[in-house]
Each structure stands twice: as structure tokens, then as C-alpha cells.
Antibody, heavy 117, light 112 residues
Framework: EVQVVESGGGLVQPGGSLRLSCVAS????????MTWVRHAPGKGLEWVAN????????YYVDSVKGRFTISRDNAQNSVFLQMNSLRSEDTAIYYC??????????WGQGALVTVSS | DIVMTQSPDSLAVSLGERATINCKSS????????????LAWFQHKRGQPPKLLIY???TRESGVPDRFSGSGSGADFTLTITNLQAEDAAVYYC?????????FGGGTKVEI
């Protein structure tokens, strides 16, 4: 059974940093693209970042480029999202997902990130 | 960036009836190299992660009931839910994965 569990969410002040972690099991982690998608209050879903199976390629939405970094550790079946220079508009539930390509068919329950003073 | 536009924003449907959701992309998401549409549909319920329903514009994900169907090609797509059930109340999103940035439509809220 595929399981994906996010952690690391919380309350942070504007300009602060947070690191989200996502641990997956039940599949060959190193064979899958991984992604982060977020859902801000009162808004729709927004794709944030993708990382290739071997970590050699990363893609980001423009609004987080230069502030967020996606990475992975295949030995630990984990993917991370380092979030720096956080803004109030980054407040959202962040979902970790995976897929064989860019079709992401399994997801975690999400981690809440609140950026507020 | 490819902009995804969904309509309507919301719709109310009776149990057992049909819901139709439209999605237009600002440019074609059909690959000429493999003739595949890079378009997916997701269902999102409050407090739950997104659920993949359809990919490739019309291929149903494993385990998704056959009352969900996707159609269309190029830049115009449709998600149809027939015989609507109470558990189908949710927000539905189209998403392209043709290139980066991947983008979602604004969502369509389906109420029973």
C-alpha cells in the first residue's frame, strides 16, 4: 500500500524559513517524479515544484523561484521543500505527491503552513 | 505559461443527474510527437488530498468509477459525471502537464 506522509508544517513569521519533509513507502521511490502542490485558504490548487527521479531536474512556479528549493533523498524515500523568505501568500496546505511521469496519482494528507506575525 | 480556464465556477446537480465541466487551455496541450493530450482532472474535497480522476484527457485512473469520463483534445476538454452520487460533491480541477509551469484551472464546485 502506498503511503505518503508530510511533516514540518507550522506557524512562521514573514521572512522566516520552514522545511517540509515527505516520506513515502509502498513503491519504488527512486522511480517516481515527486511534486509539491498547495491549497491556500479560499483559493484553488496551485502547483509549486517537481523533482525528477534522480534529483537532476527541478521545476518551480515563478512565485517561489529563488525562495523555495525542492530536493530528495532516495535512500530515505524522502522529498523536501525548503521554504525561505516566506510571505503571507505562502500560507496554505502543502501536499506531497508522486507519479511515474508528471501525472501525480498518489498524495499525502498535507502539511499546514501559516505565515503570520 | 499555459492558462487553464474552467466553467462554470459552480453548479448544483440533483442526485442521479449529470454534471458537465468545461476546461479550456490557452494553447494546445496535445503533443504532436505522440498524439497524447497532457490534461488531467482532479477531485478535491475539504480536508483531503487531491484525487486523480482522469489523465491523458480521457483515461480513467484505476479505481475511479466509470460514471466519471473525460473527453476533448487540443485546447478544449470536458469532464462529465453521470448518475451523480452524494459523495461526488467536491471541487473539480483540470490541470495541464504539457510543460512547466504546470497549471490548474480555477476549479468548479459541484453541489448536490
Amino acid at each position: 500500500e502506498v503511503q505518503v506522509v508530510e511533516s514540518g508544517g507550522g506557524l512562521v513569521q514573514p521572512g522566516g524559513s520552514l522545511r517540509l519533509s515527505c516520506v513515502a513507502s509502498g513503491f519504488t521511490f527512486g522511480s517516481y517524479w515527486m511534486t509539491w502542490v498547495r491549497h491556500a485558504p479560499g483559493k484553488g490548487l496551485e502547483w509549486v515544484a517537481n523533482i525528477k527521479q534522480d534529483g537532476s531536474e527541478q521545476y518551480y512556479v515563478d512565485s517561489v523561484k529563488g525562495r523555495f528549493t525542492i530536493s530528495r533523498d532516495n535512500a530515505q524515500n524522502s522529498v523536501f521543500l525548503q521554504m525561505n523568505s516566506l510571505r503571507s501568500e505562502d500560507t496554505a496546505i502543502y501536499y506531497c505527491g508522486g507519479g511515474a511521469g508528471w501525472v501525480f496519482d498518489f498524495w499525502g494528507q498535507g502539511a499546514l503552513v501559516t505565515v503570520s506575525s | 505559461d499555459i492558462v487553464m480556464t474552467q466553467s462554470p465556477d459552480s453548479l448544483a446537480v440533483s442526485l442521479g443527474e449529470r454534471a458537465t465541466i468545461n476546461c479550456k487551455s490557452s494553447q494546445s496541450v496535445l503533443s504532436t510527437s505522440n498524439n497524447k493530450n497532457y490534461l488531467a482532472w482532479f477531485q478535491h474535497k475539504r480536508g483531503q488530498p487531491p484525487k486523480l480522476l482522469i489523465y491523458g484527457a480521457s483515461t480513467r485512473e484505476s479505481g475511479v468509477p466509470d460514471r466519471f469520463s473525460g473527453s476533448g483534445s487540443g485546447a478544449d476538454f470536458t469532464l462529465t459525471i453521470t448518475n451523480l452520487q452524494a459523495e461526488d460533491a467536491a471541487v473539480y480541477y483540470c490541470q495541464h502537464y504539457y510543460n512547466s509551469p504546470l497549471t490548474f484551472g480555477g476549479g468548479t464546485k459541484v453541489e448536490i
